[in-house]
């Protein structure tokens, strides 16, 4: 069992940074491929990108590559998602996901875990 608990979304001007972090509670964290996901208004939920457990491999969906980075601290059991160059398009709830699989998926059933979600809002 994973608990996730995501934190520090906010309010941004375009051009700007902000991180966030996903702190998880359980036994396994990892052993676990951890994944930003986000939800725009009215629109489904997207991969954004993915941490595997295996090879420290990383995945981004191609809208973030270059200015996102995802990043995770097994010792703290906590994720990141450093985002760099925002744009107002980058606004949504980011949700901080898990799975036991070494593979990294990027579809929304892929994966048991979720947090509750942070908000981000990109002005322009």
């Known amino acids: 069992q994973v608990q996730l608990v995501e934190s520090g979304g906010g309010l941004v001007q375009a051009g700007g940074s902000l991180r966030l972090t996903c702190a998880a509670s359980?036994?396994?964290?990892?052993?676990?491929?951890m994944a930003w996901f986000r939800q725009a208004p009215g629109k489904e939920r997207e991969f954004v990108a993915a941490s595997s457990w295996i090879g420290n491999r990383t995945l981004y969906t191609d809208s973030v590559k270059g200015r996102f980075t995802i990043s995770r601290d097994n010792a703290k059991k906590t994720l990141y998602l450093q985002m760099n160059s925002l744009k107002p398009e980058d606004t949504a709830v980011y949700y901080c996901a898990a799975n036991g699989s070494p593979e990294i998926l990027t579809t929304t059933v892929s994966f048991a875990y979720w947090g509750q979600g942070t908000q981000v809002t990109v002005s322009s």
């Open positions: 359980g036994r396994t964290f990892s052993r676990n491929t």
